[in-house]
């Protein structure tokens, strides 16, 4: 059974002036996209700024949006890590908060081979019980999973169930759901390119754009399903200049932003992020409302 279907939102962290997590944010979060038709809440991944928290503030972020969601909607957390070591830690320590599943990104940095991806996401997964959705995202750490590796990943471990597909190459998508044939739920990475991955059999999306319209998102994915593909498009390409504009950036800086405009948040990043360059803002803010985003 898919952990979740439709619209996952990759949440971002909020922190207070003095650059700690404001945890009573966090909570207001997830109340917002509970009330907002999310399908499901990741928590601590990369635009939950998961690289600057310390263990403590990792765990602590997780165990609150585990107890603020209270199984209303599912909640998985980001746990992964270069370190195989650490992503065991971590995620043996996500699994103890009451967590549905877990997304683990491919090692970054150090990188590994093909073998090394097998060896280092099936002992991450036999140290926990819950689902994993693996995270391929080459941009970010230099590591691809290649289709033949996630599907050998799926059909000898029982609990890698997903992927989160943020490679951007539609080919490589369906070649993976080729091979799979059902084996491997997809997630859409790229907000840009949601209903073409559901198109290849694709069951959602973990959403940056979510976290600005998290209804929308929602819908454009409950559209397809049900069979209304035309909807399903316009919202899709409605989307296009708001995903360039939350992108102009390395993200979260400009969902931060985007956070901070609706007053969610005080758009606060840690370093070595940066606050938005003002053009970049500008454009942002543009985006917004052409799109029909009050603020």
Same mark, same amino acid.
């Given at each position: 059974?898919?952990?979740?279907?439709?619209?996952?939102? %990759? /949440?971002?962290?909020?922190?207070?002036?003095?650059?700690?997590?404001?945890?009573?944010?966090?909570?207001? =979060?997830? #109340?917002?996209? *509970?009330?907002?038709?999310?399908?499901?809440?990741?928590?601590?991944?990369?635009?939950?700024?998961?690289?600057?928290?310390?263990?403590? #503030?990792?765990?602590?972020?997780?165990?609150?949006?585990?107890? +603020?969601?209270?199984?209303?909607?599912?909640?998985? &957390?980001?746990?992964?890590?270069? !370190?195989?070591?650490?992503?065991?830690?971590?995620? +043996?320590?996500?699994?103890?908060?009451?967590?549905?599943?877990?997304?683990?990104?491919?090692?970054?940095?150090?990188?590994?081979?093909?073998?090394?991806?097998?060896?280092?996401?099936?002992?991450? &997964?036999?140290?926990?019980?819950?689902?994993?959705? /693996?995270?391929?995202?080459?941009?970010?750490?230099?590591?691809?999973?290649?289709?033949?590796?996630?599907?050998?990943?799926?059909?000898?471990?029982?609990?890698?169930? &997903?992927?989160?597909?943020?490679?951007?190459?539609?080919?490589?998508?369906?070649?993976?759901?080729?091979?799979?044939?059902?084996?491997?739920?997809?997630?859409?990475?790229? !907000?840009? +390119?949601? @209903?073409?991955?559901?198109?290849?059999?694709?069951?959602?999306?973990?959403?940056?754009?979510?976290?600005?319209?998290?209804?929308?998102?929602?819908?454009?994915?409950?559209?397809?399903?049900?069979?209304?593909?035309?909807?399903?498009? #316009? @919202?899709? @390409?409605?989307?296009?200049?708001?995903?360039?504009?939350?992108?102009?950036?390395?993200?979260?800086?400009? *969902?931060?932003? %985007?956070?901070?405009?609706?007053? +969610?948040?005080?758009?606060?990043?840690?370093?070595? =992020?940066?606050?938005?360059?003002?053009?970049?803002?500008?454009?942002?803010?543009?985006?917004?409302?052409?799109?029909?985003?009050?603020?």
């Amino acid at each position: 059974m898919s952990i979740f279907t439709g619209s996952g939102v %990759a /949440m971002v962290t909020p922190f207070k002036e003095n650059m700690e997590v404001d945890y009573e944010k966090l909570r207001e =979060l997830v #109340e917002f996209h *509970v009330e907002h038709k999310t399908d499901a809440i990741i928590v601590c991944g990369t635009s939950g700024e998961s690289s600057t928290l310390t263990v403590e #503030e990792h765990l602590e972020c997780i165990a609150v949006v585990a107890e +603020q969601a209270n199984g209303r909607i599912p909640v998985i &957390a980001g746990t992964g890590s270069n !370190d195989t070591t650490t992503a065991i830690e971590l995620s +043996q320590e996500a699994e103890k908060c009451g967590v549905d599943g877990l997304l683990i990104v491919t090692p970054y940095y150090n990188k590994c081979t093909q073998n090394g991806l097998i060896e280092h996401y099936t002992r991450i &997964a036999e140290s926990v019980d819950i689902p994993i959705i /693996m995270y391929n995202v080459p941009s970010r750490t230099g590591t691809n999973i290649l289709p033949a590796t996630a599907v050998k990943l799926a059909k000898n471990v029982k609990n890698i169930v &997903a992927i989160k597909e943020a490679s951007g190459n539609i080919s490589q998508v369906a070649e993976l759901a080729h091979l799979a044939n059902g084996c491997i739920d997809i997630y859409s990475g790229n !907000d840009d +390119q949601i @209903l073409p991955l559901m198109s290849l059999g694709g069951i959602g999306v973990i959403s940056v754009t979510a976290n600005i319209i998290p209804d929308d998102t929602h819908d454009l994915c409950a559209k397809f399903f049900e069979g209304d593909t035309e909807g399903s498009r #316009e @919202l899709q @390409l409605k989307a296009i200049d708001l995903c360039k504009a939350l992108f102009c950036e390395v993200n979260p800086i400009p *969902v931060k932003k %985007a956070t901070q405009l609706l007053g +969610q948040t005080n758009g606060k990043v840690r370093l070595p =992020l940066t606050e938005m360059e003002p053009e970049h803002a500008a454009q942002l803010e543009k985006a917004m409302r052409d799109y029909g985003i009050e603020f």
